[in-house]
């Protein structure tokens, strides 16, 4: 059982260049999402889903894109990157149909930006 | 302001001592209280959650406490040892709303021998 698998583990781009991070998960979770962590700033919900077909913003969106074709699959798009967008990124899933279902995370992308 | 704050934000001690980890909340309306365990290089991994009409729960070595009056919560770590070296991080779940998650921003436990 591989949980949530994120690719790939790290990234540098330049200023100016996209890129996608991939996350996928293999618990049938409906909920996945999103975060980015900085030191000393916490966890911050980037972007997330409640289902295939269906994403919403969270707390820091801009320059980030996402789509969830499958309920597997939930790529981060970074359209044009920026300095400020050096972080580690973390995907995480759950269960919608109960409050106490815990985020499953995976193991995170560090990226750096040029 | 929905705010969930941690303290300390480090801690240093040594192998097969106990600590204390503090997390207070003003979230509202509270729906649980969950700690994750986050190792180095890793994502983070639930550790215990605990509701409303939950006081203390323990899962091995770790015991949480929860007093909903006061919107505290505590991570109490018996006889330490050195995989307990990580960042603890706190998140409140609210009743309400499409983001209802409130996260600190974690204590960073080392355990040096």
């Known amino acids: 059982n591989a949980g949530v698998t994120q690719t790939p583990k790290f990234q540098v781009l330049k200023t100016g260049q996209s890129m996608t991070l991939q996350c996928a998960q293999d618990m049938n979770h409906e909920y996945m999402s999103w975060y980015r962590q900085d030191p000393g700033m916490g966890l911050r919900l980037i972007h997330y889903?409640?289902?295939?077909?269906?994403?919403d913003q969270g707390e820091v969106p801009n320059g980030y894109n996402v789509s969830r074709s499958t309920t597997e699959d939930f790529p981060l798009r970074l359209l044009s990157a920026a300095p400020s967008q050096t972080s580690v990124y973390f995907c995480?899933?759950?269960?919608?149909?109960?409050?106490?279902?815990?985020?499953?995370f995976g193991n995170g992308t560090r990226l750096t930006v040029t | 302001k929905n705010q969930v704050e941690q303290s300390p934000q480090s801690l240093i001690i040594l192998e097969g001592k106990n600590c204390t980890l503090q997390c207070n909340y003003t979230v509202s309306p509270f729906s649980n209280l969950r700690w994750y365990k986050q190792d180095t290089g890793r994502g983070p991994v639930s550790l215990t959650i605990m509701t409303f009409s939950e006081n203390t729960k323990s899962n091995g070595r770790y015991t949480a406490t929860l007093d909903a009056d006061t919107k505290q919560s505590s991570l109490h770590i018996t006889a330490s040892q050195l995989s307990d070296s990580a960042s603890y991080i706190c998140?409140?779940?609210?009743?309400?709303?499409?983001?209802?998650?409130?996260f600190g921003k974690g204590t960073r436990l080392s355990v040096i021998a």
């Open positions: 995480a899933s759950s269960y919608l149909d109960s409050l106490n279902s815990p985020l499953h």
């Open positions: 998140v409140v779940r609210r009743n309400s709303g499409n983001t209802p998650l409130v």
């Open positions: 889903s409640v289902g295939a077909g269906i994403t």
